[in-house]
């Protein structure tokens, strides 16, 4: 049993900062990569950032780009996402994935079906 537990979401005013986090449990071999997704009412889950656990390949979203850094603790088996200058548009729940399995590319990272387990989520409300 693999557990992924997020913690850090909440209610923040338009330009505040968020620190999500998320803790990996169980029985975890090997961590290739970790990510977060978000997903606002009515849309569907999105691509925020993602981190191979080497470090050696950080992805984006254009819409969260030099707003928002993901970072690890590999001691922890956690990602954390540093959220800064928040937008009312980017409140949604957010996700935290585990990918355990080895890649073929790095940048399969930035799509959710690549991914072996996921959190419960944690809300993100950005109010103006």
């Known amino acids: 049993q693999v557990q992924l537990v997020e913690s850090g979401g909440g209610l923040v005013q338009t330009g505040g900062s968020l620190r999500l986090s998320c803790a990996a449990s169980g029985d975890i071999f090997r961590i290739v990569g970790m990510g977060w997704f978000r997903q606002a009412p009515g849309k569907e889950r999105e691509f925020v950032a993602a981190s191979t656990w080497s470090g050696d390949s950080i992805y984006y979203a254009d819409s969260v780009k030099g707003r928002f850094t993901i970072s690890r603790d590999n001691a922890k088996n956690t990602v954390y996402l540093q959220m800064n200058r928040l937008k009312s548009e980017d409140t949604g729940a957010y996700y935290c994935?585990?990918?355990?399995?080895?890649?073929?590319?790095?940048?399969?990272?930035?799509?959710?079906?690549?991914?072996?387990?996921w959190g419960q989520g944690t809300q993100v409300t950005v109010s103006s």
């Open positions: 994935a585990l990918r355990v399995a080895p890649l073929s590319m790095d940048t399969q990272l930035k799509y959710d079906y690549y991914y072996n387990y």
